[in-house]
């Protein structure tokens, strides 16, 4: 199987922007040189502003989508963005265990960046309960990780987020990589959390604009790079080189957010990319 590119399979609702969601996932993971499938787990209405409406697929067709291309191609990795239902997560979960060795990058997609809510307390719950015990690396903005370990008993308006990796940690996720756009911090603080603490901690430019797909774009790159062989903490630090060059090369294309340029290799420039401006704390 070597003359084929590593394979990555991705859960996910479609975006007619192309700004996030599958189509976002499907550039990404052909731009790191991967070979990407697709299950499509809701057809959504919206633009680069936001999210109108999501129509969930029916959980049977999620799973004979996944079930369809799995026994047909060896995968690699996973990875899962917006899922639509409950019933989804319930079918999705099932599948993957049937993959125990294959890793999942788990993007909990909870509202789009206007704030459009997409994840009812019911979905929370059988994300905690199914998933995130099979998930190798979730990745949450620090808005997402707050909302994950919130419930009736816990109810901190802003909690630490080294303190809710951990609590999300003890749910079943092996790593957890807090990004913090939503911060109010100088620069963008990245932090990869495992079972011992503070794996890695970089520090990133806050660019101007608002992006559409950030999230996707960083997730998928990980499990493209998961797939190739890398190990979580490579492959997360050269994700978000990656991601943050695809955002830096950004473009407005409608009367909405930013959206990622996930080929900026690929186009020429008459100005060279900016180098690497992290500043990585281990």
């Not at 307390?121 to 998930?135: C, I, K, N, V």
């Not at 939503?182 to 990133?204: C, F, M, Q």
């Not at 190739?228 to 490579?234: F, K, R, T, Y």
């Amino acid at each position: 199987m070597s003359d084929i590119p590593p394979i990555v399979l991705t859960f996910a609702a479609t975006d007619p922007s192309g700004g996030a969601g599958l189509q976002a996932d499907i550039l990404t993971v052909a731009s790191m040189g991967c070979h990407p499938l697709s299950v499509v787990t809701a057809v959504t209405i919206q633009d680069s502003s936001g999210v109108d409406d999501v129509l969930p697929i029916d959980a049977e067709w999620v799973a004979d989508q996944a079930r369809a291309v799995l026994e047909d191609m060896p995968v690699a990795a996973f990875k899962i963005g917006l899922l639509g239902s409950v019933e989804n997560i319930a079918a999705i979960a099932e599948v993957i265990s049937d993959y125990p060795d294959i890793p999942l990058v788990f993007d909990p997609v909870l509202a789009s960046g206007r704030g459009d809510d997409l994840a009812s307390e019911d979905m929370l719950d059988a994300m905690r309960e199914l998933l995130l015990p099979q998930t190798t690396i979730l990745t949450p903005n620090s808005m997402e990780a707050r909302r994950l370990i919130q419930d009736e008993e816990n109810d901190e308006d802003n909690p630490n987020l080294a303190e809710c990796a951990k609590r999300i940690m003890l749910l079943g996720c092996e790593y957890v990589l807090v990004t913090g756009t939503h911060e109010h911090t100088p620069k963008v603080i990245n932090t990869l959390y495992g079972a011992r603490g503070v794996v890695r901690s970089d520090n990133w430019p806050r660019l101007p604009g608002i992006y559409h797909g950030s999230g996707c774009t960083l997730a998928s790159a990980i499990a493209a790079l998961l797939a190739s062989g890398l190990p979580v903490e490579e492959a997360v630090k050269e994700a978000q080189e990656y991601t943050w060059q695809a955002l830096q090369f950004g473009f407005r294309p409608g009367m909405g957010q930013h959206i990622p340029d996930r080929l900026f290799w690929a186009r020429d420039e008459d100005d060279e990319p900016k180098e690497d401006e992290s500043d990585t704390l281990h």
